[in-house]
């Protein structure tokens, strides 16, 4: 093999990628964000109310998790103008990613939800809680502490996801590594440069999420999430 | 001029596009899990730096997007001299992929047999292969079923991503009629209710064999 590797060209296009980098990051938080909060709120809903609310929870779901993310792009990106929504391409990243992290978000503190004992909730019952106070702080609370380290998990997997935006245009990372491909054709050097950015800001957000969980929950739940990694459930 | 509409015919194309996006999740999960079943050996093995090398390859895996292992196995590979067709490409990638997570959820599964389970074998003179052919690996594999079988709906999703390499399977051909009859929804929402019919009894599959599983053991 003759090629001789040449990093140097991709110095002057630093603001591409760290305008990418920073697409990346803003698109990231934002969904995990609106997509953790989206996901309490449905996990709660169904369990709260059951019947028809479980039903359609379980239904929205079952109908992300087993469908492909690049998919659920196209519909937002494309399928929306024709129902009268336009949206750009950054808009329809952002919705496109929280509407599939909520989805993953519900499952997983679903699964911490039902994980609660029974006789916790008797035991918050006999201390004389009220029914929020017993939702708040029996089983909403310990739940997500228990799953947290699945959730970060799922956050990280989310953000490493968002390159996938660039096939609607969106203009984050891995899109600026195509666009500095397309002016220097110096395909392999550049994407092995953005390849250990990802890789940076995936350790970068676990470490971050950990110190988050630390915050929140103490010291046992932030070392889980520093060493786990994505748990695939069924 | 006319467009043409989404109609039964491009509903077929569409149909025989998922079989690429089949045959790539088998690709990948057979390269993967021979791939990963090594990574998955030498994470348990009793040499600290194998371990450490197979940690870090799952780790650097799972780090990294599926599409930078796609964009950099298919520059990488046409820099080394080969001439790759995407399915090829594709397919390397998405082994990769398969391998990284693969690895680790077996590793996993051969860390959740007991650990008296290698003390038992052990005191019975056993090799160390004789170990994990007789007494560990029928374990671990029962445990792992679950898990695996829920990682092939992931792995049929994330073939979706090859569509960006140009690789003709599913996702490609909802663009390709879509580029042809501008009727996103409509296109779209099938190629998502092809995929819906592939993946969905995959995981429903998964949760049986979970519950079978937790039927059976006394843990």
């Not at chain 1, 096939?167 to 600026?176: K, V």
């Not at chain 2, 650097?60 to 080969?82: E, K, N, R």
């Not at chain 2, 038992?120 to 004789?130: I, N, W, Y």
């Not at chain 2, 090859?162 to 779209?188: C, D, K, Y």
Request: aromatic share 12%.
């Amino acid at each position: 093999m003759t090629y001789t590797f040449q990093f140097g060209v991709l110095a002057q296009y630093q603001d591409q990628i760290l305008s990418g980098i920073w697409l990346t990051i803003k698109i990231s938080v934002l969904s995990i964000i609106l997509g953790c909060a989206a996901g309490i709120a449905l996990a709660s809903a169904r369990s709260i109310w059951g019947g028809a609310v479980r039903f359609l929870v379980d239904a929205y779901v079952e109908i992300i998790r087993n469908t492909p993310f690049l998919v659920q792009l196209f519909i937002v990106y494309f399928g929306l103008p024709g129902l009268g929504l336009r949206v750009g391409a950054d808009t329809a990243a952002l919705i496109g990613m929280t509407i599939n992290l909520a989805a993953y978000s519900t499952e997983i503190i679903r699964a911490g939800i039902e994980a609660v004992h029974k006789s916790q909730i008797e035991a918050g019952e006999a201390l004389g809680f009220t029914r929020f106070q017993i939702y708040r702080h029996v089983i909403l609370v310990p739940a997500i502490a228990k799953v947290y380290p699945a959730l970060c998990s799922q956050f990280v997997l989310m953000m490493l996801a968002s390159s996938i935006c660039s096939a609607i245009s969106t203009q984050e990372l891995a899109a600026s590594a195509a666009f500095v491909e397309s002016q220097t054709y110096r395909s392999f050097e550049i994407y092995i440069a953005v390849t250990l950015i990802y890789l940076a800001l995936a350790l970068v957000l676990r470490a971050a999420l950990a110190l988050i969980g630390m915050w929140l929950f103490g010291r046992r739940v932030a070392r889980r999430t520093m060493t786990a990694l994505p748990e695939v459930q069924a | 001029m006319t467009l043409k509409t989404f109609g039964l015919d491009q509903f077929g194309f569409l149909l025989f596009s998922l079989q690429w996006t089949l045959v790539l999740t088998v690709i990948a999960l057979i390269g993967g899990g021979l791939l990963g079943f090594a990574v998955a050996l030498a994470r348990t093995a009793q040499l600290k730096p194998v371990r450490i090398a197979a940690a870090s390859y799952i780790q650097i895996i799972q780090g990294i997007p599926v599409l930078m292992i796609l964009f950099l196995s298919y520059y990488g590979l046409s820099l080394a001299g080969f001439e790759l067709p995407p399915l090829i490409a594709a397919g390397a990638s998405m082994t990769i992929y398969a391998s990284g997570y693969l690895a680790e959820i077996w590793r996993g599964c051969i860390q959740a047999v007991p650990k008296q389970q290698w003390e038992a074998s052990e005191s019975l003179a056993m090799t160390r292969l004789q170990q994990y052919r007789y007494v560990i690996l029928p374990q671990a594999i029962r445990i792992s079923l679950p898990p695996t079988v829920g990682f092939a709906v992931q792995v049929v999703k994330n073939t979706s991503i090859t569509s960006i390499i140009g690789f003709v399977e599913l996702a490609r051909a909802g663009q390709l009629i879509n580029n042809a009859t501008f009727q996103p929804f409509r296109v779209f929402l099938a190629v998502a209710a092809l995929y819906f019919v592939v993946c969905y009894p995959l995981s429903q599959l998964s949760r049986l064999l979970e519950r079978r599983l937790h039927v059976g053991s006394s843990r």
